[in-house]
């Protein structure tokens, strides 16, 4: 069975940093494709960072040079580099791993940005 383990939100000022972190674990596991997705309070959730297998990247555009999302050797943990946060990035992150032909949800670490 394919396991999601998340770590590394929390409260952070404006101009902070944080990283995320989600490790997808299972015998013979292999991602194809990895990223976050977040949900602010009251919003529908979107794309935030995707990376695929081969290391092609993808960001929405309001977080485009400000977080990098990141993969270890494996390919089978994927993180979320966060600097110059801002009180609009406060969210529920949620790691998603897909391995054809099934999508995995981690349970979503909440990231809140406030002075």
């Known amino acids: 069975q394919v396991q999601l383990v998340e770590s590394g939100g929390g409260l952070v000022q404006p101009g902070g940093s944080l990283r995320l972190s989600c490790a997808a674990s299972?015998?013979?596991?292999?991602?194809?494709?990895m990223g976050w997705y977040r949900q602010a309070p009251g919003q529908e959730r979107e794309l935030v960072a995707t990376v695929t297998s081969s290391g092609i990247t993808n960001y929405r555009d309001s977080v485009k040079g400000r977080f990098t999302i990141s993969t270890d050797n494996a390919k089978t943990t994927v993180f979320l580099q966060m600097s110059s946060l801002k009180p609009e990035d406060t969210a529920v992150y949620c790691c998603?791993?897909?391995?054809?032909?099934?999508?995995?949800w981690g349970q979503g670490p909440k990231v809140t940005v406030t002075s």
């Open positions: 998603y791993v897909h391995r054809w032909p099934r999508e995995y």
């Open positions: 299972g015998s013979g596991f292999s991602p194809n494709y």
